[in-house]
């Protein structure tokens, strides 16, 4: 997962383009939403949940946790991003498969 500037991340192959997300400031924030993006996808995306509860657990367990509990390691350089940045972020992969419920 990578951040490449403040509107692009790579997550494995897949190219995320976050331009029409305006509320982006800072690449601090285009770094946490890959990461969180990453946890939701392992954690959270397991068929059982919504979007928007998988969402809220995540959300929840950062703000208990803070950004640093997404990477096993302390990096000191990720700014939280508001939760539409992230739903609007996991809408914007092309490879997304989703299910209505």
Do not use: W
Request: charged share 25%; proline share 2%; glycine share 8%.
């Amino acid at each position: 997962i990578e951040a490449k500037g403040l509107h692009h991340i790579l997550y494995g192959t897949t190219s995320i383009d976050l331009s029409a997300l305006e509320q982006l400031v800072d690449q601090s924030q285009t770094r946490a939403l890959g990461a969180m993006i990453h946890r939701y996808a392992t954690r959270y995306a397991d068929g059982n949940r919504t979007l928007r509860e998988g969402l809220e657990l995540l959300m929840k367990e950062v703000e208990e946790g803070g950004l640093d509990c997404l990477l096993p390691h302390k990096v000191g350089n990720l700014a939280m991003p508001r939760v539409f940045e992230l739903a609007g972020a996991i809408n914007r992969m092309r490879t997304l498969k989703v299910r209505q419920r």
